[in-house]
């Protein structure tokens, strides 16, 4: 499609984060796309589910809008990241704006579970994307189930896409006790992600419910109440298994 045609491209949008630090390098402003296909227990951003939701605007809206906050990126290396929500549900609509942000050389990150098809829209959007940062909820298939709804089968397809092509990702990886925190499927995961070969650092995310009265009011049931925060050294613990394999975690 033309510049002028990826303006014009109609996607929905949750909301905006103009000052973000922890979605990429740098300050960065972040755009939460509305629509997800998984229904993550720890998820803290239910209201980005239900596909028709949020706000209707043109992709060309939007990058007048996150082009208002570049002088935050200048000095730090930031620039702009693609959250939601599942922003890959949406890919022309996230194709249309990673086009307007290469046009103005703006760094692009993209926020994923990866769970989508190959398709050649989604080979564009990847070539269009300077890092993913890839949140993989488990390596275990029936645990992935249990946490997301859904099959992993696609997730892990997508991130040896990503290696294939060798696109820059940081691997991130929410902890969650009694889930996904088995050493066994740790280290499982360790291996996998050292082989892939373009996982540049590993972000390890303890568990938390600050997002649990989202829950509340939406009336969804939240079935981790009772699920205790990991704290500093059980982190540490879990990081050293990524570390032996030679992974940068932070």
Known sequence: MTLQEAREVRGRISTFESCGT???????????????????????????WEFGGGDECTAGEVFDEISKYRNFWKTSGGGVTFSGGEPMSRPRFLEALLMLCREEGIHTVVDTSGFTLITETVRRIVELTDLFLLDIKSVNANMHQIITGESNKNTMAFAEYLASV?????????????????????????????????????????????GEWKWKKYELPYRLSETWEPGAEEVKQYADIFRAEGLVVD
């Open 166 to 210: 060798a696109k820059p990702v940081w691997m991130r990886y929410v902890i969650v006790p009694r889930l996904n925190d088995r050493v066994h499927c740790l280290e499982k995961m360790a291996k996998w992600a050292r082989a892939q070969g373009n996982i540049e650092k590993v972000e390890l995310l303890p568990f938390h419910k600050m």
């Open 22 to 48: 922890v979605d990429g390098p740098g300050l960065r402003t972040v755009v939460f796309m509305q629509g997800c296909p998984l229904r993550c227990l720890y998820c803290h951003n239910p209201e980005t």
